[in-house]
C-alpha cells in the first residue's frame, strides 16, 4: 500500500488558489502556495500524472509571483529603512546644506552603494538629492578656498580699483548653485586681475614716473593715481 497521498489531497489544497488569478496573488497567499506545492511533491508519479498541465503551470506561475513580492517586499523594507536612518540628510536641500553636512551625505551614499539593486530602485528620487548636495557641497568647498586666497591678500599692497573689484566679489550672494559658482569664479577672476601698486603710477616720487604716463583731462586717472593733481599741475606748468 502506497503511503503517498491521493491527488484529491492536492486538490484540496489547490483549491484555494484555483480560482485567484497569478497576478492577484498576494503575500497573503503565501502559504496557501506552498501547502500546494508540498501536497503536489508528496503524489507519486501515477498520482502526479493525473495533474493537468495547466494547474501544474499556474502552480509555478503562482511561485514566481510569491518570490517575485518577496524580494519586492525585501527591497521597500530596505529603501524604506534607509530613509529612516539618513532621514536628517535627506531633509536637507541644496540651498540650506552646508560644507559640516559633508560626512553625513557620504555616509547616506555609502549606504546607498550597500543596497540591492532593487532596493536603489526604489530610493532614485533620494539618490538624487545626495549626489546634488555632494555637488553643492564641493562647490562651497571651492568658494572657501577662493575666499580664503583672497582674505590673505592685503589691501594697501593693491590698487584701489583693483581691490575694490575684489571686495564688490567677495559681497556677492552665495545661497544657490548658481549664485555660487558666479561668486567663485568673480573671486578667482579678482584675486588673478589684482594689481599691485608698484606696478603702477600710484605713488609718484618724481624721479622715476613720466608726467607724459597721465592724461591730466582724463578724470578717470584720479583714482587710479592719487597725485594726479600735482601731476597736473606740474605740467599745466
Do not use: C, M
Not at 497567499?29 to 503536489?40: F, G
Not at 495533474?51 to 524604506?80: F, H, P, Q, V, Y
Request: glycine share 2%.
Amino acid at each position: 500500500k502506497s503511503s503517498k497521498r491521493p491527488s484529491g489531497y492536492f486538490y484540496g489544497s489547490w483549491d484555494n488558489l484555483a480560482s485567484s488569478r497569478v497576478e492577484d496573488l498576494t503575500l497573503e497567499n503565501k502559504e496557501a502556495v506552498i501547502a500546494a506545492r508540498d501536497a503536489y511533491d508528496e503524489l507519486t508519479e501515477a498520482q502526479k500524472a493525473l495533474i493537468g498541465k495547466e494547474t501544474l503551470d499556474k502552480l509555478t506561475a503562482a511561485e514566481a509571483r510569491i518570490t517575485e513580492l518577496k524580494a519586492d517586499k525585501e527591497a521597500s523594507d530596505a529603501a524604506n529603512s534607509f530613509k529612516t536612518d539618513h532621514a536628517t540628510v535627506l531633509g536637507l536641500t541644496v540651498d540650506t546644506i552646508t560644507i559640516d553636512d559633508k560626512e553625513a551625505v557620504n555616509a547616506a551614499l555609502t549606504a546607498y552603494g550597500q543596497l540591492s539593486e532593487a532596493a536603489k530602485t526604489k530610493i532614485a528620487v533620494e539618490k538624487a538629492l545626495l549626489d546634488s548636495l555632494l555637488t553643492k557641497i564641493v562647490q562651497l568647498e571651492k568658494l572657501e578656498e577662493a575666499k580664503a586666497i583672497a582674505t590673505a591678500k592685503v589691501k594697501e599692497g593693491y590698487t584701489i580699483t583693483s581691490w575694490n573689484t575684489l571686495t564688490k566679489a567677495l559681497a556677492l550672494p552665495e545661497t544657490t548653485s548658481e549664485e555660487v559658482v558666479n561668486k567663485t569664479t568673480a573671486i578667482d577672476v579678482a584675486i588673478t586681475s589684482l594689481v599691485k601698486k608698484s606696478d603702477t603710477n600710484d605713488t609718484w616720487n618724481g624721479d622715476s614716473e613720466a608726467f607724459s604716463l597721465l592724461n591730466p583731462n582724463n578724470s578717470d586717472n584720479s583714482e587710479a593715481n592719487p597725485y594726479i593733481i600735482d601731476t597736473s599741475a606740474k605740467l599745466a606748468n
